[in-house]
């Protein structure tokens, strides 16, 4: 996996870094008050294509939607 995928894409049990976040203010704003903010490193537990992706970041754990999986652009 080289280069940025959507975090959609990823499969369980491998760490990513969140480079982009392409999605509008409402949804950024969220996504950055859970964390996940451009830089950070999240380990994804589980991705049930098309499903909810599971995700850890530091000390929480969150599931997400595919949809808004698609939408965070991520590097290995």
Avoid: H
């Amino acid at each position: 996996m080289n280069g940025l995928i959507p975090l959609s894409m990823v499969d369980g049990s491998k760490e990513v870094t969140v480079v982009a976040i392409n999605a509008g203010r409402g949804l950024q704003a969220r996504l950055f008050s859970l964390g996940l903010i451009p830089g950070v490193t999240i380990k994804v537990l589980s991705n049930s294509r098309p499903g909810p992706v599971r995700i850890s970041i530091k000390d929480t754990r969150l599931a997400l939607g595919w949809g808004v999986a698609q939408k965070i652009i991520v590097s290995e």
